[in-house]
């Protein structure tokens, strides 16, 4: 787009039930939503905004910018509205572009069949107006068209992220089973913790939540780690806009003096992993990591902070019968050796849960990959505390 200041409006998607805490990073960023469904939130602004929105949402996947709205009853009526849309304002004649889509209409049997009509259209209007078309394939790492169609109201958007955001760009080694970088941020902003106190993570595998949570008390957004987005393939792109941006998220980096989080692992595969993640997310000097049972982890007696499990829970990894035992373990672990603080455990296998031998406060929603998850909120009286309220 040739003015990066025309407003739209702009759909920020995320995973499933994750919507909550993006809505709550929008709002930081002094962001009005219009409206918050289960998998994203909406809002007005420009691509301008959307700039601003990639370089610092955790949380999100995509953030798309709506270009036009339209009926198409099938493919014929969807590539004549969009043959005669000005497509050379968006994509450079010697770029490159692809499409991704999300289709619902009697008449598709093949979301891939919406997409070739789209580019198409595209590559059609080009012809017809330069003699000249732009290059297409699969590859999302530079202009991005998206298409959303349910029955007959269909709609364009700009993609301007391309590959998602959800994928934080320090796990070069993602271990077995990891959480998805945006679910781990979202976990933490449902917790209590204050990014300050300690944060202990035993079972750490890969060192996601654990280096999540330092890049949240330290304020460094994920976009100090990407250096590529598919708004940067615009027509109109200046770089000046992304670097105005970048500069301004240096600038908030709040290096935190005493900050104390202790990640450990049976595995030292595991901890030698996360070590090499945390020094590409650059908070290594944040993070205390140790090879060990998690009994035997370290907790200090003054901490106050809290205390997060990501067990396996049986549908990917392990044998259910031997992590009842585990889990029970970890129940007895957090009511003996973790009193004051709050423990919270994510799990995908609300039976095993059963097992922890403790009542939650809360049982917070979350999905990952198609698992229904929770993540179990249990404050751990300490021993003054007990004695108080008896």
């Not at 330069?130 to 349910?150: A, C, F, N, Q």
């Not at 590959?163 to 917790?191: D, F, N």
């Not at 259910?320 to 995908?348: N, P, V």
Request: contains cysteine; negative net charge; proline residues 3%.
């Amino acid at each position: 787009m040739s003015d990066f200041k025309i407003a739209s409006r702009i759909i920020i998607t995320c995973s499933n039930r994750l919507s909550p805490y993006l809505q709550m990073e929008v709002a930081e960023l002094g962001f009005k939503p219009e409206r918050v469904f289960k998998t994203g939130v909406e809002l007005k602004g420009t691509l301008q905004d959307c700039i601003r929105l990639n370089l610092n949402l955790r949380c999100a996947s995509q953030i798309l910018f709506s270009l036009k709205e339209f009926n198409a009853g099938n493919a014929d009526d969807l590539y004549k509205t969009l043959i005669d849309f000005s497509w050379e304002e968006v994509i450079a004649v010697d770029g490159y572009f692809s499409i991704s889509s999300n289709v619902s209409n009697d008449t598709i049997n093949n979301s891939l069949f919406a997409n070739v009509k789209v580019k198409d259209a595209i590559v059609d209007r080009f012809r017809n107006k330069t003699g000249e078309r732009p290059d297409s394939g699969p590859m999302l790492d530079k202009t991005v068209i998206h298409l959303y169609w349910k029955e007959s109201l269909a709609e364009v958007f700009i993609d301007t992220t391309g590959e998602t955001l959800s994928k934080h760009g320090y796990r070069k080694i993602p271990g077995k089973a990891p959480m998805l970088e945006s679910l781990a941020a979202a976990t933490l902003l449902a917790t209590k913790w204050d990014r300050k106190s300690v944060f202990i993570n035993p079972m750490c595998g890969s060192g996601t939540v654990a280096i999540e949570a330092a890049l949240l008390a330290t304020n460094r957004k994920p976009g100090l780690l990407r250096f590529n987005y598919a708004f940067m393939h615009l027509v109109g792109y200046n770089e000046k806009m992304y670097m105005d941006e970048f500069t301004k998220l240096e600038k908030q980096v709040a290096e935190v003096d005493g900050l104390k989080i202790i990640a450990t692992d049976i595995s030292e595969d595991a901890v030698n992993i996360s070590k090499v993640n945390a020094g590409i997310a650059g908070v290594e000097e944040y993070i205390e990591f140790a090879v060990c049972d998690f009994e035997e982890t370290n907790i200090p007696e003054d901490g106050n902070g809290i205390v997060y499990f990501n067990p396996e829970y049986g549908d990917r990894l392990g044998v259910e019968a031997e992590l009842e035992i585990t889990y029970k373990r970890l129940g007895d672990f957090l009511k003996k050796k973790c009193k004051g603080y709050f423990g919270y455990i994510f799990t995908g296998n609300l039976e095993l849960a059963k097992k922890i031998g403790l009542k939650p406060n809360r049982r917070i929603e979350f999905y990952t990959s198609k698992i229904d998850c929770r993540l179990l909120e249990y404050e751990l009286y300490s021993g003054s505390r007990e004695k108080r309220e008896s």
